[in-house]
């Protein structure tokens, strides 16, 4: 018998995928499914950006790149962190990577030695978890409910860390419940980390672009300067400039840990593809009055499906800041119908009855709740929650 490591019956597969395949698999039996699991924008890439990488094509910039990336999209990225966050990066600070998720998995990679605890506030995006445990680390999940915005406090920050904690992660806005940390909680959070000067912090930013709170967006080094030699941020163009096939993500942070993420990278992927390289300057240096029409279609889109789900029996959803998520709470749906017993079984149910696809709130690690995207266009919205609301009634 073939023998697999001990590491792959550690982790799960995307819970996200399994949702998505279920629904593709539907699809193919003729059944109408529409689909709200998606974690990608619905808009094509811009017009300037793929251009850009058509003539990469032609100039012949079609070769291996340099592990961490090429010049100019180094250059593109700090002149990005310096414009929008106000931050000063060198380049032996930066590193670009297939996608954010591979900067979050180099950097788990790089600095987790078994028996340290990574710090992951719940609901959380499916794979931070599953990342800590590949990296032979424990994942330590802080629980933050609907009555607090899905946001930690300060205090139980505090409460989840001890001596053995490595790494915080903070994600806002947040996938999956669009909920954004303000300038004045990222300060109280601050605090807490001061005490705990070993401790680093992972900001994933990457859908700083998609928001739509009165503040300007802030993570928790624009807040706390201090914190900016123990924090990594990493960000990508995947979602604010829909560009998630191109696979290009970036981290920030200490020389030391950077070139430790870079060395992994080496052995593993080298560099992320060079034309996707070249499609990147063009996004963060080009225009970049092609984000607001994309977030106000996704922001029309929130108002519609929020105002739907409140209308509904059992269901009750905040509004968002930003995202194309909602996060619904949907535990007094489960208690009304019998054939019910968790989220999970009403997201499978759903399928079934409605013909809608979305994720159970297990996945994020927040039962009673289910993540739906709502990128997708206003006509399937309109379908999906008339089919949701078949299925619950009106409130
Ligand atoms: N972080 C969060 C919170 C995400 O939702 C995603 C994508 O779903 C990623 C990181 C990874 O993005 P990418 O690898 O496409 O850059």
Same mark, same amino acid.
């Given at each position: 018998?073939?023998?697999?490591?001990?590491?792959?019956?550690?982790?799960?597969?995307?819970?996200?995928?399994?949702?998505?395949?279920?629904?593709?698999?539907?699809?193919?039996?003729?059944?109408?499914?529409?689909?709200?699991?998606?974690?990608?924008?619905?808009?094509?890439?811009?017009?300037?950006?793929? !251009? #850009?990488?058509? &003539?990469?094509? *032609?100039?012949?910039?079609?070769?291996?790149? %340099?592990? /961490?990336?090429?010049?100019?999209?180094?250059?593109?990225?700090?002149?990005?962190?310096?414009?929008?966050?106000?931050?000063?990066?060198?380049?032996?600070?930066?590193?670009?990577?297939?996608?954010?998720?591979?900067?979050?998995?180099?950097?788990?990679?790089?600095?987790?030695?078994?028996?340290?605890?990574?710090?992951?506030?719940?609901?959380?995006?499916?794979?931070?978890?599953?990342?800590?445990?590949?990296?032979?680390?424990?994942?330590?999940?802080?629980?933050?409910?609907?009555?607090?915005?899905?946001?930690?406090?300060?205090?139980?920050?505090?409460?989840?860390?001890?001596?053995?904690?490595?790494?915080?992660?903070?994600?806002?806005?947040?996938?999956?419940?669009?909920?954004?940390?303000?300038?004045?909680?990222? !300060? #109280?959070?601050? &605090?807490?980390? *001061?005490?705990?000067?070993?401790?680093?912090? %992972?900001? /994933?930013?990457?859908?700083?672009?998609?928001?739509?709170?009165?503040?300007?967006?802030?993570?928790?080094?624009?807040?706390?300067?201090?914190?900016?030699?123990?924090?990594?941020?990493?960000?990508?163009?995947?979602?604010?400039?829909?560009?998630?096939?191109?696979?290009?993500?970036?981290?920030?942070?200490?020389?030391?840990?950077?070139?430790?993420?870079?060395?992994?990278?080496?052995?593993?992927?080298?560099?992320?593809?060079?034309?996707?390289?070249?499609?990147?300057?063009?996004?963060?240096?080009?225009?970049?009055?092609?984000?607001?029409?994309?977030?106000?279609?996704?922001?029309?889109?929130?108002?519609?499906?929020?105002?739907?789900?409140?209308?509904?029996?059992?269901?009750?959803?905040?509004?968002?800041?930003?995202?194309?998520?909602?996060?619904?709470?949907?535990?007094?749906?489960?208690?009304?119908?019998?054939?019910?017993?968790?989220?999970?079984?009403?997201?499978?149910?759903?399928?079934?009855?409605?013909?809608?696809?979305?994720?159970?709130?297990?996945?994020?690690?927040?039962?009673?709740?289910?993540?739906?995207?709502?990128?997708?266009?206003?006509?399937?919205?309109?379908?999906?929650?008339?089919?949701?609301?078949?299925?619950?009634?009106?409130?």
């Amino acid at each position: 018998d073939i023998q697999l490591a001990e590491r792959v019956n550690r982790v799960k597969p995307s819970p996200t995928m399994a949702v998505t395949a279920r629904a593709a698999e539907m699809r193919a039996a003729g059944h109408d499914i529409i689909g709200l699991g998606a974690g990608e924008p619905d808009f094509d890439t811009p017009e300037h950006i793929s !251009e #850009a990488a058509i &003539e990469a094509i *032609r100039q012949g910039q079609t070769r291996y790149t %340099a592990v /961490d990336g090429t010049p100019a999209l180094k250059s593109a990225i700090i002149r990005k962190l310096q414009r929008d966050n106000a931050l000063a990066y060198e380049a032996n600070q930066i590193l670009v990577s297939s996608g954010a998720k591979q900067s979050l998995y180099n950097l788990f990679s790089a600095v987790l030695n078994p028996g340290d605890e990574v710090v992951i506030p719940a609901p959380y995006w499916v794979s931070y978890p599953d990342m800590a445990l590949l990296a032979d680390a424990t994942p330590v999940v802080i629980e933050a409910g609907q009555e607090q915005r899905f946001k930690i406090t300060p205090e139980q920050l505090e409460a989840a860390i001890t001596d053995h904690t490595r790494i915080v992660v903070l994600n806002s806005p947040s996938n999956p419940t669009g909920s954004a940390y303000s300038r004045a909680e990222f !300060e #109280a959070l601050g &605090e807490v980390l *001061r005490r705990h000067p070993d401790v680093l912090i %992972a900001s /994933d930013d990457i859908y700083e672009h998609i928001l739509w709170t009165e503040a300007p967006f802030c993570n928790i080094v624009m807040a706390c300067p201090d914190l900016f030699d123990r924090t990594v941020v990493v960000n990508g163009v995947s979602k604010g400039y829909a560009m998630t096939g191109w696979r290009i993500g970036y981290a920030a942070g200490p020389a030391k840990v950077i070139g430790a993420m870079k060395k992994i990278q080496s052995q593993s992927t080298s560099n992320a593809s060079s034309i996707s390289q070249a499609a990147s300057v063009a996004a963060l240096d080009g225009d970049q009055s092609v984000i607001p029409p994309m977030i106000k279609a996704f922001r029309d889109r929130h108002d519609y499906v929020v105002g739907r789900l409140n209308a509904m029996k059992g269901v009750s959803c905040i509004h968002g800041d930003g995202t194309f998520y909602a996060y619904p709470n949907v535990a007094g749906a489960i208690d009304a119908l019998e054939a019910v017993a968790d989220d999970t079984a009403l997201a499978e149910y759903l399928i079934d009855e409605a013909n809608v696809a979305l994720v159970p709130g297990t996945a994020f690690g927040l039962p009673g709740h289910v993540r739906i995207s709502y990128a997708t266009s206003m006509d399937n919205l309109e379908k999906a929650m008339d089919r949701l609301e078949a299925v619950f009634g009106k409130a």
